[in-house]
Every structure is written in structure tokens, then in C-alpha cells.
């Protein structure tokens, strides 16, 4: 609906008419000046919309419905901005008032300054002026003095009945008699003569479009002054509020236009005017209407008279062209028996020469058939001919091709069975560089086993040589120095000994592999059960110790024999892997 605007806040509303769904509510308006700096640069300007944005910004939380600019000049600017509440625009102006913004291009910032918006609406001494100080009026008559209310700009839609979406008057009525009772009421757009009377016209009171019926213009006459100064005092700086009475019940306002009347539209004088202009507009409408229902009435007779004729001449037209039609059907029948007589002729003529051309096809057919099978006998005597020659020429073709592929076969061979010497010698070959890397891989790891068991066992002399001097008391040293070909160290590498045969060096490879795999983790097994405590002392010296050596033969046999069982496993892997290599390991100096 033009005009009107969806209110979510109703906290304020007055009631106006509760059957109707309209109240009252204040109208929240405030007005913000923004001083505008001093432009020194040409082709630079303020851009109002950013202005606006940054009042819009600074009044956060709070928003506005509606902000626009009602004046601007080159020193400032001023712009108009409407709330839900009053209480909204008292806070809008606390975040407003005295405060400054920066817009971009500008070094200055801009003072703002906000204060609430003054209504325009008339008030008891504006109307009590007015009729003191006017020479045409009689107060003592009603409409020409303080009574009647102009209302402007009124929602069509919001003073209609409920199953008529139409403007009643009575509902304008009931509404208004909320303020007192109502002596007069008169609503232009409800009057269809309005618009052509002359008295209205002259007195220039038509400011209102009878075209649109979306908003109304309303003549409110009350019987009591006080009526009208409570009807006016109610009115001041109040917009129309609506809630529907559906399921969502949405609000809606709508800003409206209240003035005192100034014109004498309702007093008696206005109103007997309006009347006899009215009655001479009905007297020329039907007059006009008459005339135009004898003017139809003419057009009727004079269109059924050429109907009339129309007909008469279509008639006439319809028999002339039965006469036509029937002449040419008569001479398209005569010329239509001429060509049929000589279709006739032509098809007889053309049978008979088809039945000679057929005649003439024949003879040729029989001709042809002739020749072609003369020229196959001919042909066939011809190609056996050249077969007799071909297949004795293929022949001995056929002969010097299978000589030339054999030659080429016996060349194949030969060259296969080079290429197989040739791959079995590098194969050899490359068999004998991978035996000697392996070689010297194993000779490596075996020189390392045994330097590292050198060291072991002499590692093993000192632990035991330190054992038995523990607890006795050295008076002097009894050691013997070491002759100086005697000693060896573990940094010392001595030579290698004469190769062994192979059988030999797997068997040491085998021990070596047992020693340091299951005896290693013999030891390691033999306090496992004892988790993070502390080996027990006599179990360091089990040795030494005379009333344990019954469980120390049992342990070391069922050791033996476990050793023994586990020696023969090793064994039999050996054999395997032996067996599975059965060519010797050379061995490289």
C-alpha cells in the first residue's frame, strides 16, 4: 500500500477505533545538522550518501525507518530521520548530538548536531487568530467558524467495511465521532460530481487526485467546539496506525495531513451550493443521457436501414453470382469433355507406341544375351590359357623362394646359437663377479667374527683373573710381564690363516652363528623372571658356592642337551643351504 510503512514496535499506540483496528501513534522525528568544511579544491564534492551512512553507523544499536536530506547548502547540511519511539530518538540523539565525522578525502572532521524535530500542526491560537482576524466569516454560523477538521492523505483500504474492500462514509464517521458527536461529514472522492463543479474550482480547494483511491481527503464538522479542539489536540504530531486483525497481525502507519478548515467548505452556503451544482450536474447528466439514448435510437434505425439494404444488395449480388457460376460450370464442362476425348486419343496413341518399343527391347534383349554368352565361352578359353602359363611360372617362383628361405633359416640358426654362446659367456661371467663380491663379503664378516671373538675371549680371561684375586689381600706384584710376542691386543689383526675347504668354513660360520644367537640369549634369559629387582649376590658366585653343586651338574646337563638338540637344528640348515648351492665357494686370497 502507497504511503504506508510495517511498524514493529505498538508500544506507544492509541486507541482510535478498536472495532476498525486504527489507533494513534506519536509521530518520532529528529533533526541532524552536519557542518560541512570549506571546499579549496575544484571538482571536489561531499557525497551525501556517505554522510548518511555515517549517521546511520553512529546511531548503533538504534536504526532509523526512513533518513533523507531536506536541506543542503555549501556551509551545511540538514536531513530528517524518523524512529519506532520516542523513547529511540531520545537515545538516537545522545549518540548523535555534539559529535564529529571524518569522511574520506577530507582532513576536517564535521561537527553534528541533533535535536528532535518540531511537527507542523496548527495550534489553538493559529485558528482562534484566523477567525478573529477574518472579515468574511460569521462565527456564529457553522463552517465559518472553528468546528470542521481537514484530515489528508488517509488509507482508502483502512475506513472500508470488512466484506467490502470499498470507502464507507460510515465508518469515517464512527471513527471520528471517538472525539465528539459529528454534526457534518463530507468526503470529496466519494462524490462523482466533484470534479466538474464549478464553485469547488474557483475556490481552489481540488488538491487531491480522484483517480488514485489509495488515500482520501475528509471534511470533519463537529457540533461542539470542545469536540474540535479534542479532535485537534489528539491529532497533533499522531500518524494513522493499523493492525490487522488476521492470524500474523502485522502493524502498519501511515503519516496524515490535520489542518483546521479555512475555506467555509461545510457551512450552509458551501453546502447548498455544492447541492444545486450537484442538481444541475444530474439535470445535465440526464439530459445528457437522453440525448444520447436518442442519438442511439437514431444510430440504431439508420444502422438496421442499411442493414436492410445491405441485405437487398448482398441478395442481388448472390444471384447474379449463381447466374456467373452457373455459366462458367457449363463451359468449364464442355472444355472439360474436349480434353477428356483428347486424353483419350493420346493414351491410345502412346499404348501403341509402347507396345512396339517393347516389341523392339526384346529383339535387343535376345541380341545382347547372344553376344555376352559368346564372350564368356571366349573368355574362359582365354583364362585357361593363362592359368596353364601362370602356374608353371609360379612354380618355379614358388621353387626360388623356398630355396632363398631355407638359406635364410640355416643364416638364423647359426646366429641364434652365437647369441646363446655369446649369452652364456656373459652369463658365466657375470655369475663369477657375483661369486667373488660374495666372497669377499663373507671373508669380510668372517674376520670380523673372529677378531670380535678374540676380544671376547680375552675379555673372559680378565673377568676370570679378576674374580680370583677378589677378597685376597696382593703383598707384593706377582705379575709377570708379557713378552712382547706373546701379547696380542683387540686392535691387532692378525693374518689370515690357510683357506679351509668349504665344509669347514660353513661349520665354523655355523658355531659362531650359535654362540653369539643362543648362548647370547641363554644369559640374557637367566634372570628374566626378576623384572626390575635386584640380582641376588650368591647368584654372581653359584660357583663358588660347595652345597650347590648337585643342582649345578643337573643344570648344566639339561644345558648340554639342550645345546646339543639345538647344535643339530643348525646343522641340518646348513646341509639344506649346502645342498641348494652345490657348487664349491672358490677361495680368493
Not at 126 to 148: H, I, L
Not at 288 to 315: F, G, H, M
Not at 384 to 404: G, H, N
Amino acid at each position: 500500500m502507497a504511503g504506508t510503512t510495517i511498524c514493529s514496535d505498538t508500544s506507544e499506540a492509541v486507541e482510535l477505533c478498536k472495532a476498525q483496528g486504527l489507533y494513534l501513534k506519536p509521530i518520532a522525528k529528529l533533526t541532524v545538522c552536519v557542518q560541512l568544511p570549506k571546499l579549496k579544491e575544484m571538482g571536489k564534492s561531499i557525497s551525501n550518501w556517505e554522510v548518511m551512512e555515517k549517521i546511520k553507523h553512529m546511531a548503533k544499536p538504534h536504526s532509523f525507518i526512513s533518513l533523507k536530506i531536506i536541506k543542503s547548502t555549501m556551509e551545511f547540511m540538514r536531513l530528517e530521520g524518523e524512529a519506532e519511539t520516542k523513547v529511540e530518538i531520545k537515545a538516537i540523539i545522545q549518540c548523535l548530538d555534539s559529535r564529529t565525522i571524518k569522511l574520506s578525502g577530507f582532513p576536517e572532521v564535521l561537527k553534528v548536531k541533533a535535536a528532535e524535530a518540531k511537527v507542523s500542526h496548527p495550534s489553538q491560537h493559529d485558528w482562534d487568530s484566523f477567525f478573529r482576524d477574518a472579515k468574511n466569516m460569521n462565527e456564529m454560523k457553522p463552517g465559518e467558524r472553528p468546528d470542521t477538521v481537514h484530515v489528508k492523505d488517509l488509507p482508502t483500504k483502512w475506513f472500508s467495511h470488512r466484506k467490502k474492500d470499498r470507502l464507507s462514509e460510515q465508518v469515517v464517521k464512527r471513527v471520528f465521532e471517538n472525539f465528539g458527536e459529528v454534526r457534518c461529514l463530507d468526503i470529496p472522492m466519494l462524490d462523482p460530481y466533484r470534479k466538474e463543479m464549478t464553485s469547488v474550482k474557483s475556490s481552489g480547494l481540488q488538491t487531491f487526485n480522484y483517480n488514485t483511491g489509495i488515500t482520501f481527503d475528509v471534511y470533519v464538522q463537529y457540533k461542539e467546539y470542545i469536540s474540535f479542539v479534542k479532535a485537534m489536540d489528539s491529532l497533533r504530531g499522531m500518524k494513522l496506525l493499523y493492525i490487522a486483525d488476521d492470524e500474523e497481525e502485522k502493524a502498519y502507519t501511515a503519516n496524515m495531513r490535520v489542518e483546521f478548515d479555512k475555506t467555509k467548505h461545510l457551512s450552509d452556503k458551501s453546502i447548498k451550493k455544492r447541492r444545486m451544482e450537484r442538481e444541475k450536474l444530474e439535470q445535465l447528466e440526464r439530459e445528457r443521457e437522453e440525448k444520447v439514448r436518442r442519438e442511439r435510437e437514431e444510430e440504431e434505425k439508420r444502422v438496421e436501414e442499411e442493414k436492410r439494404k445491405k441485405e437487398e444488395e448482398e441478395r442481388e449480388k448472390e444471384r447474379k453470382r449463381i447466374e456467373k457460376i452457373e455459366k462458367r460450370e457449363s463451359r468449364r464442362q464442355a472444355r472439360e469433355e474436349k480434353r477428356r476425348l483428347k486424353a483419350l486419343e493420346r493414351k491410345r496413341l502412346e499404348e501403341e507406341k509402347q507396345y512396339q518399343m517393347k516389341i523392339q527391347m526384346e529383339e535387343r534383349r535376345f541380341l545382347i544375351a547372344q553376344r555376352k554368352l559368346e564372350s564368356i565361352r571366349l573368355l574362359g578359353e582365354l583364362f585357361s590359357r593363362i592359368k596353364a602359363v601362370k602356374v608353371s611360372s609360379d612354380l618355379v617362383q614358388r621353387e626360388i623362394e623356398l630355396e632363398e628361405e631355407r638359406r635364410n633359416q640355416v643364416e638364423e640358426e647359426k646366429r641364434l646359437k652365437e647369441e646363446m654362446k655369446k649369452r652364456k659367456l656373459e652369463a658365466k661371467k657375470r655369475r663369477k663377479e657375483e661369486l667373488l663380491h660374495h666372497e669377499t663379503e663373507l671373508r669380510e664378516k668372517i674376520l670380523k667374527n673372529w677378531k670380535e671373538k678374540e676380544e671376547k675371549k680375552e675379555e673372559a680371561m680378565r673377568e676370570r683373573l679378576r674374580l680370583r684375586l677378589r677378597g685376597k689381600k696382593v703383598l707384593k706384584s706377582a705379575a709377570v710381564k708379557p713378552s712382547v710376542s706373546n701379547m696380542t691386543t683387540s686392535s691387532e689383526v692378525r693374518p689370515a690363516p690357510s683357506p679351509p675347504d668349504w665344509r669347514q668354513r660353513g661349520e665354523e660360520w655355523i658355531r659362531e652363528e650359535y654362540e653369539n644367537k643362543v648362548l647370547q640369549r641363554d644369559r640374557v634369559n637367566k634372570f628374566k623372571g626378576h623384572g626390575k629387582q635386584k640380582v641376588p649376590r650368591f647368584y654372581k658366585s653359584l660357583h663358588n658356592n660347595p652345597h650347590m653343586e648337585w643342582k649345578k651338574r643337573l643344570k648344566r646337563k639339561e644345558v648340554e642337551m639342550r645345546r646339543w638338540k639345538e647344535w643339530n637344528e643348525w646343522k641340518k640348515q646348513f646341509l639344506y643351504w649346502k645342498h641348494k648351492f652345490s657348487f664349491p665357494v672358490p677361495y680368493m686370497e
